[in-house]
C-alpha cells in the first residue's frame, strides 16, 4: 500500500537524524524521486530532506539507465545534499551512501549482501539495490542529489532484468515491512554521511571494505568504449577502485562499470 499519515509519523517517530531525514516527504507515484529533490536543492533549509514515493514512472539509473519500481514493493527515495566538497570527489558520496545501504540490508536479510563498486548492492549474485549521485548545478545554487533504490518484495522482473535482478524477498523467502528498512537506512545514512564530514573518506573506505567481497575477485572494468581485465585489488584513499590488470600492471579507476567475472 501506498504510505499513509501513520506510516509517515512512524517513520518520523524512529528518526534520529541531524541532516539526512530531518524532513520526509511522502508521494503515491513520481517520476522520479530525484528529480523532486531537485526542485528543493535552492532551499538551503530543505538539505537532508528524504524524498519517498511507493513507486516512480521514470527511476533513473547509472548510464541513463531506468530504475525499474514496481508499487508497493520496493523502497524507492531521494535527498539532497550540500557539502563543501571538491567535484572531483562528489563520487565519494556514493561510497558513504554504499556503506549506509549495505548495513541496512544485512540488518533484516539472512543472505548476506554485499557492495560492488561503485554503486551496486549484490545479493547471491544479482543486483538487489542501487545508488544515483548527481551533481546538480542551475545558475545560482547546486547540490548534490542522492537517489536509493531498493528491491526488496519484488516477486518478478521484466524479462530484461531477470538474469542481473533480484529482491530481498526473492532470496530469503519472506515478505519485509518497508517502514522498519526505511528508517534504518536513513539513520545510518545519516550517521555516515556526518562521520564522512567530519573524518573524511578513510573510515568509509574501512567500513565499504567490510561490507564487500570484490577484491581478489577477475573484473572487466569499462569505461566508455574501453574494457579492461584484471582482479580487483583494494579502494585507494579517494575511493578509486584499484585493479591489477592481467599485465600486471596496476590501475586505479575513478569511474566505470564492473562486471564480476566467473
Known amino acids: 500500500m501506498p504510505y499513509s499519515q501513520e506510516d509517515q509519523q512512524w517513520i518520523r517517530n524512529q528518526l534520529r537524524a541531524e541532516c539526512i531525514g530531518r524532513e520526509i516527504i511522502t508521494y503515491d507515484s513520481v517520476d522520479s524521486t530525484n528529480d523532486i529533490?531537485?526542485?528543493?536543492?535552492?532551499?538551503?533549509?530543505?538539505?537532508?530532506?528524504?524524498?519517498?514515493?511507493?513507486?516512480?514512472?521514470q527511476g533513473k539509473g547509472r548510464m541513463g539507465r531506468t530504475w525499474y519500481s514496481e508499487e508497493k514493493v520496493g523502497i524507492y527515495l531521494s535527498t539532497f545534499l550540500k557539502p563543501s566538497l571538491p567535484p572531483e570527489q562528489i563520487?565519494?558520496?556514493?561510497?558513504?551512501?554504499?556503506?549506509?545501504?549495505?548495513?541496512?540490508?544485512?540488518?533484516?536479510?539472512?543472505?548476506?549482501?554485499?557492495?560492488?563498486?561503485?554503486n551496486d548492492i549484490i545479493l547471491n549474485g544479482k543486483k538487489v539495490a542501487g545508488i544515483l549521485t548527481e551533481n546538480h548545478q542551475n545558475n545560482t545554487h547546486s547540490g548534490i542529489i542522492l537517489g536509493i533504490g531498493i528491491n526488496v518484495n519484488h516477486s518478478h522482473f521484466p524479462v530484461?532484468?531477470?538474469?542481473?535482478?533480484?529482491?530481498?524477498?526473492?532470496?530469503?523467502?519472506?515478505?519485509?515491512?518497508r517502514l522498519p528498512l526505511i528508517t534504518f537506512l536513513v539513520n545510518h545514512l545519516d550517521q555516515e554521511y556526518r562521520c564522512f564530514l567530519d573524518e573524511g573518506l578513510s573510515p568509509i573506505i574501512d567500513h565499504w571494505n567490510l561490507n564487500s567481497d570484490m577484491f581478489g575477485?577477475?573484473?572487466?572494468?569499462?569505461?566508455?568504449?574501453?574494457?579492461?581485465s584484471g582482479t580487483a585489488m583494494k579502494l585507494?584513499?579517494?575511493?578509486?577502485?584499484?585493479?591489477?590488470?592481467?599485465?600486471?600492471?596496476?590501475?586505479?579507476?575513478?569511474?566505470?562499470?564492473?562486471?564480476?567475472?566467473?
Do not use: C, Y
Open 160 to 177: 530484461s532484468l531477470q538474469h542481473i535482478a533480484t529482491s530481498m524477498a526473492m532470496e530469503n523467502g519472506e515478505i519485509f515491512e
Open 91 to 118: 563520487s565519494q558520496i556514493t561510497l558513504v551512501a554504499g556503506v549506509a545501504l549495505a548495513q541496512a540490508i544485512n540488518e533484516f536479510s539472512r543472505t548476506r549482501a554485499f557492495l560492488k563498486w561503485p
Open 217 to 228: 575477485k577477475q573484473i572487466s572494468m569499462t569505461q566508455g568504449t574501453e574494457t579492461f
Open 37 to 57: 529533490a531537485k526542485s528543493l536543492v535552492g532551499e538551503s533549509d530543505k538539505e537532508g530532506t528524504v524524498i519517498l514515493a511507493d513507486s516512480q514512472t
Open 236 to 262: 585507494n584513499d579517494q575511493g578509486h577502485l584499484v585493479v591489477m590488470m592481467d599485465n600486471g600492471e596496476e590501475i586505479d579507476f575513478d569511474s566505470g562499470e564492473v562486471t564480476l567475472r566467473e
